[in-house]
């Protein structure tokens, strides 16, 4: 069982539309979750950082369950510019990032 | 406030031939990482390098290997190499003492072995 497990996508959506991913980690000494976008041919970058009480940054929202090792990102009112392939991230305190596959967006007009 | 810098951006090799990155971390970072990302895959964690010395290793051989300068840049040097090998290869940076543990990628070198 892989790590870090994504929905596969990909998601095709158009603007202005809701979407969420989902993701699962097997490892639960698991303490720091991210959400990294990379756009094509380019690095990832941070998207947001997760945090188990959830937390939103305008139009993203990020949720943490411990419990059940799940964790989901919320995109609402698409924009083009949103099209991207989206990573979800775990880490062990200061050690490797662990990323999964990535599930690709894309917004159409 | 320089970011993470990587060199080359792109790289031809032929199977067998041996390679090496260089990799300059953001300013004020001590800590390098370096990720293999295949086509339609997900970053995949080579080795981490501070104080010099290779302080954690991913699922990777022998024939990847990398040291860590005292100005903290970083090489990335794979052997033998093999056609499996082609991927981008990227560099994260990070700061030790920084509990939120944020790695800052640079643009990566993409390695085409033939």
């Known amino acids: 069982r892989k790590e870090v497990e994504q929905d596969p996508g990909p998601f095709n959506v158009p603007e202005g539309a809701t979407v969420a991913f989902n993701c699962t980690y097997s490892?639960?000494?698991?303490?720091?979750f991210f959400w990294y976008r990379q756009d094509c041919r380019k690095e990832p970058k941070l998207l947001m950082s997760v945090y188990s009480s959830g937390n939103e940054d305008g139009r993203f929202t990020a949720q943490l369950n411990r419990a059940s090792q799940y964790i989901s990102l919320l995109i609402r009112d698409s924009k083009l510019s949103d099209s991207a392939t989206y990573l979800c991230?775990?880490?062990?305190?200061?050690?490797?990032?662990?990323f999964g596959k990535g599930t690709t967006l894309s917004v159409s007009s | 406030d320089a970011g993470v810098t990587q060199s080359p951006t792109h790289l031809i090799k032929t199977r067998g031939q041996q390679v090496t990155l260089r990799c300059s971390p953001k300013s004020g970072h001590d800590t390098v990482s370096w990720y293999q990302q295949a086509l339609g895959q997900g970053p995949q964690f080579i080795f981490q390098y501070y104080e010099e010395e290779e302080r954690q290793r991913g699922n990777f051989p022998d024939r990847f290997s990398g040291h860590q300068f005292p100005n903290y840049s970083s090489e990335l040097n794979v052997n033998a190499l093999l056609l499996g090998d082609s991927a981008l290869y990227l560099c994260?940076?990070?700061?030790?003492?920084?509990?939120?543990?944020?790695?800052?990628f640079g643009p990566g070198t993409r390695l085409t072995v033939t």
């Open positions: 490892n639960s000494a698991s303490q720091s």
């Open positions: 994260a940076s990070s700061l030790v003492r920084d509990t939120s543990y944020e790695q800052y």
């Open positions: 991230v775990v880490q062990k305190a200061g050690t490797a990032l662990i």
